[in-house]
């Protein structure tokens, strides 16, 4: 029983720690970014955005398709799985109904 408990848990321990790396990268956002993604203002808004739509800006930057001042550098520094991590972790904020996105 005790291992069927533990099975059953699983999926959200990995989740959890999942988020807590994404967290952990995406502590380096936070200059611009505000933290959680919540921007004061300059610059987007990460909080509450979809994964899979943050994950596409990325590659734009990335590869150079989106221009940027820095964004296509930083990007560059990190893993396609980093990324996702990160995506996923601010996909996860609330964003902050104060802040205009």
């Known amino acids: 029983m005790t291992l069927v ?3 059953a848990l699983a999926p959200a321990a990995h989740a959890s720690n999942a988020l807590d790396a994404g967290r952990l990268l995406a502590a380096t956002c936070a200059n611009c970014h505000g933290t959680d993604g ?22 734009a930057f990335t590869s150079g398709e989106k ?30 109904a104060r802040v205009a996105r």
């Open 67 to 96: 221009p940027a001042t820095i964004m296509h550098q930083i990007a560059k520094g990190y893993t396609p799985e980093q990324l996702a991590l990160i995506a996923a972790y601010f996909a996860a904020q609330r964003p902050d």
């Open 38 to 59: 919540r921007s004061v203002g300059g610059t987007e808004s990460l909080a509450g955005v979809p994964g899979d739509k943050l994950l596409r800006k990325l590659a």
């Open 5 to 7: 408990c533990l099975w």
